[in-house]
């Protein structure tokens, strides 16, 4: 068995024996490549995507600031509530992928290297560029180019811009235990995974299959204990919510999901999921009920929905790595279009907030949504579709002129290829 600390038997090694001799003859494979087992799969492209999707349902969500909504439409406000939890599925897919990765590139020689040099040029152009933006270009602009209530929202920070430029604004929030900011409130979740990104590399380097997975359940079980000893001592909803000790069970399911799979049996490891799936999705759809709603600062929400959020989603993702190309949901994650909005995810998590509240206060207020038979859904959809499409253009331009060109520069720091930028390229979130 292994002890996680010697050099895996990788795929180009081989044994070359004679009678008198034993001589290992080693052939590095590329850095971070998967093989048949552990390819590029575009349904997790689309997973991605729902995400985002999910993450946009809920803050372009304005049914719920009417005054007196129409009862179908406190229904469905009620409905996309309930996207928050995107966020929880980018965390899952974050923890599986991170840890798939990590696991399989074990121990090749630019092991640490490679994984932080991905990171950075994955992460650090967009979101830092996101900063200047924020603390440097829009406080200069000309007096009202951005409405004076407006600017003064996105240039304020009620806590030290270092919390942001050192990916520890969560614990800001934390402390203060409000949003503190327009634009970069949804950083909170980025600055999670950049200190998951910290150590979680060195574990994996150190402890073997067996050994991770009893990590990961503590780790599981650690988070659901923190927030509830928070919601028990009366912490304040928002600090709880985004206190990273909180918040590792998503990682730690995705991550066990990964680790599962790498058994003997491969995949079929992976086959209670489906039963767990339904059991979970039954579970949430009770609590939802008997909650009136799934308010993510509800304390029962907070705590155990969670944490059956965290497990829903990582069966979901074993599912998909159970189920045949052709099965129907595969090939639904697997469409263009999820795998579009997947793709660029990253860059419509950063920009989404400051471009839909451009398009609420200046073009579509909700006093002025379509109403169809007293209710306003329609408009609400239609501002959904429009500030969609806004931001995915954004999305798209920040692709293709900002962030991809410094996926390029991987090359200049490794001597290998590298895993399909989409399969690296984790929200956030």
Not at 18 to 31: A, K
Not at 189 to 211: G, K
Request: with cysteine.
């Amino acid at each position: 068995m292994s002890t996680g600390l010697e050099t895996p038997h990788l795929p180009g090694e081989k044994d070359m024996r004679s009678p008198h001799c034993r001589v290992r003859l080693r052939i590095d494979p590329p850095l971070f490549t998967e093989g048949a087992a552990n390819r590029h799969i575009p349904a997790l492209d689309g997973i991605r995507g729902l995400a985002i999707l999910l993450v946009l349902s809920f803050h372009l969500n304005l049914l719920g600031s009417l005054s007196t909504p129409h009862p179908f439409d406190a229904f469905v406000s009620t409905v996309f509530s309930a996207g928050w939890c995107g966020v929880d599925l980018f965390f899952v897919l974050s923890g599986y992928l991170i840890t798939r990765i990590l696991y399989q590139a074990k121990g090749t020689e630019q092991y640490f290297i490679t994984f932080y040099t991905n990171r950075v040029l994955r992460i650090f152009p967009l979101y830092y560029a996101l900063l200047i933006v924020t603390f440097i270009v829009i406080p200069h602009l000309p007096t009202g180019f951005i409405p004076a209530e407006k600017l003064e929202r996105w240039t304020r920070a009620e806590t030290n811009p270092l919390w942001y430029w050192l990916y520890l604004n969560n614990f800001a929030t934390a402390l203060a235990g409000s949003w503190g900011h327009g634009i970069l409130d949804v950083t909170w979740s980025l600055a999670i995974e950049e200190q998951f990104y910290l150590f979680w590399p060195w574990v994996v380097y150190a402890l073997n299959r067996e050994q991770l997975l009893r990590i990961c359940l503590v780790m599981f079980f650690t988070a659901f204990i923190v927030r509830t000893a928070m919601t028990l001592s009366d912490m304040n909803a928002i600090a709880t919510y985004v206190f990273t000790l909180g918040r590792l069970d998503v990682l730690a399911a995705g991550a066990f999901v990964a680790l599962a799979g790498e058994s003997s049996r491969g995949n079929q490891g992976l086959l209670p999921a489906r039963r767990i799936l339904v059991i979970t999705g039954v579970a949430w759809l009770g609590l939802a009920i008997w909650r009136g709603g799934t308010f993510n600062m509800d304390p029962v929400i907070l705590t155990v929905g969670l944490s059956l959020v965290a497990i829903h989603f990582a069966a979901l993702i074993a599912v998909i790595r159970t189920l045949p190309p052709d099965h129907w949901l595969v090939k639904l994650l697997s469409s263009k279009l999820l795998g579009a909005f997947g793709k660029y995810s990253f860059a419509i998590y950063l920009v989404h907030m400051p471009l839909s509240a451009m398009v609420r206060d200046t073009l579509y207020h909700p006093h002025q949504f379509l109403t169809l038979w007293g209710s306003k859904l329609p408009g609400q959809l239609l501002f959904y579709v429009g500030t969609t499409l806004l931001v995915f253009i954004i999305a798209f331009a920040s692709w293709h002129l900002w962030e991809k060109h410094f996926l390029k520069l991987k090359k200049s720091f490794t001597s290998s290829s590298n895993p399909n930028p989409s399969e690296m390229a984790i929200l956030k979130t």
